[in-house]
């Protein structure tokens, strides 16, 4: 089917290293010609641009300088993946690949500024843009306040905030959405230790990947975390004719079910819904039961607040849960 579908791509491989160009970069989620095809349980190594295409370098730098948001490294075609498929990938190593971070805030966007959502009749923000010191060995991004002196180190976290498949039905989505296929998730699940579930929706799932943040606060409140580009290692598998509604992260210790909508409250009740779900079907606890557990002992932290859709990761201990 894959191989019908795109008859000039190379035979899947088991480790596949992709550097993209600025001209290969992705602004949808969409049923697009892969760049390389990977064998069920390969590695890929590749990197990612920032969330301005790298194009905000030094001050006095714009925003109109910026081609697009969030551009999306990929796709990545799994040989054998089937809609109703899941699409399973283990984020092995994550870097970041500058010495400078950027945050910024524009008109139009961020929690506390004028949206289309949310119009107002004052002026909205004025743009700023910051710049982070990076050092890669200490593992810190430094801030620096713009009207004042002060200063303070973050510790980096990296993460992608960006990692999705092609959407069902033919859709094209922007690269700035989160929703069922994942994308613009801005969780930061999406890092070393944690493997990421999808729903496989095309014939060779598709895999996009971008936006990497050096660390970013709950909600991404203003907009950005500290932009980065990143270097990239990852493992991708799949797990045939089992069908999933939602992306879902899974760790050593913990189950973490995500929910991207609006308004909020749809946001976290898909979360919820979705774990309940995982856990009556994968440790056989009865929906009431695990309803009433995870009133007692579920955590949800909400990861993005500034996008299309928000998004809400609810979450339980394995300790708490039955021998699987």
Same mark, same amino acid.
């Given at each position: 089917?894959?191989?019908?579908?795109?008859?000039?791509?190379?035979?899947?491989?088991?480790?596949?290293?992709?550097?993209?160009?600025?001209?290969?970069?992705?602004? $949808?989620?969409?049923?697009?010609?892969? $760049?390389?095809?990977?064998?069920?349980?390969?590695?890929?190594?590749?990197?990612?641009?920032?969330?301005?295409?790298?194009?905000?370098?030094?001050?006095?730098?714009?925003?109109?300088?910026?081609?697009?948001?969030?551009?999306?490294?990929?796709?990545?075609?799994?040989?054998?993946?089937?809609?109703?498929?899941?699409?399973?990938?283990?984020?092995?190593?994550?870097?970041?690949?500058?010495?400078?971070?950027?945050?910024?805030?524009?008109?139009?966007?961020?929690?506390?500024?004028?949206?289309?959502?949310?119009?107002?009749?004052?002026?909205?923000?004025?743009?700023?843009?910051?710049?982070?010191?990076?050092?890669?060995?200490?593992?810190?991004?430094?801030?620096?306040?713009?009207?004042?002196?002060?200063?303070?180190?973050?510790?980096?976290?990296?993460?992608?905030?960006?990692?999705?498949?092609?959407?069902?039905?033919?859709?094209?989505?922007?690269?700035?959405?989160?929703?069922?296929?994942?994308?613009?998730?801005?969780?930061?699940?999406?890092?070393?230790?944690?493997?990421?579930?999808?729903?496989?929706?095309?014939?060779?799932?598709?895999?996009?990947?971008?936006?990497?943040?050096?660390?970013?606060?709950?909600?991404?409140?203003?907009?950005?975390?500290?932009?980065?580009?990143?270097?990239?290692?990852?493992?991708?598998?799949?797990?045939?004719?089992?069908?999933?509604?939602?992306?879902?992260?899974?760790?050593?210790?913990?189950?973490?079910?995500?929910?991207?909508?609006?308004?909020?409250?749809?946001?976290?009740?898909?979360?919820?819904?979705?774990? $309940?779900?995982?856990?009556?079907?994968?440790?056989?606890?009865?929906?009431?039961?695990?309803?009433?557990?995870?009133?007692?002992?579920?955590?949800?932290?909400?990861?993005?607040?500034?996008?299309?859709?928000?998004? $809400?990761?609810?979450?339980?201990?394995?300790?708490?849960?039955?021998?699987?």
């Amino acid at each position: 089917m894959l191989v019908a579908l795109l008859p000039s791509v190379a035979a899947a491989q088991s480790a596949v290293r992709y550097t993209p160009k600025f001209e290969d970069l992705k602004y $949808v989620y969409a049923t697009l010609p892969p $760049v390389a095809t990977l064998q069920p349980g390969g590695t890929l190594e590749t990197n990612t641009f920032d969330a301005f295409g790298n194009a905000i370098k030094k001050p006095g730098d714009t925003m109109a300088l910026v081609k697009g948001d969030n551009p999306l490294t990929g796709p990545f075609a799994i040989a054998g993946a089937e809609p109703g498929d899941t699409l399973v990938v283990k984020i092995l190593e994550l870097s970041v690949d500058s010495t400078r971070g950027v945050g910024a805030f524009a008109p139009g966007f961020g929690a506390l500024n004028a949206t289309n959502y949310t119009p107002m009749l004052h002026a909205p923000l004025p743009e700023r843009i910051w710049f982070y010191d990076i050092d890669n060995r200490a593992n810190t991004a430094t801030f620096h306040a713009l009207d004042s002196n002060h200063t303070v180190t973050i510790p980096m976290q990296p993460f992608l905030g960006c990692i999705g498949v092609a959407p069902a039905g033919g859709e094209a989505r922007s690269s700035v959405v989160p929703a069922e296929f994942g994308g613009n998730m801005d969780a930061p699940e999406a890092r070393p230790g944690y493997t990421l579930y999808l729903p496989v929706n095309v014939a060779g799932a598709l895999l996009f990947l971008g936006d990497g943040h050096a660390a970013q606060g709950d909600g991404e409140v203003a907009g950005t975390g500290i932009e980065v580009p990143l270097r990239v290692r990852l493992q991708v598998d799949l797990i045939k004719g089992k069908k999933i509604a939602w992306p879902r992260f899974e760790n050593e210790s913990a189950l973490f079910a995500v929910g991207a909508y609006r308004p909020l409250d749809d946001a976290l009740r898909i979360a919820f819904t979705e774990l $309940v779900s995982w856990i009556h079907e994968t440790y056989g606890l009865s929906s009431l039961d695990t309803y009433e557990l995870l009133s007692k002992v579920a955590k949800i932290h909400l990861t993005e607040m500034v996008d299309p859709n928000y998004v $809400v990761i609810a979450s339980i201990e394995k300790r708490f849960l039955p021998t699987r």
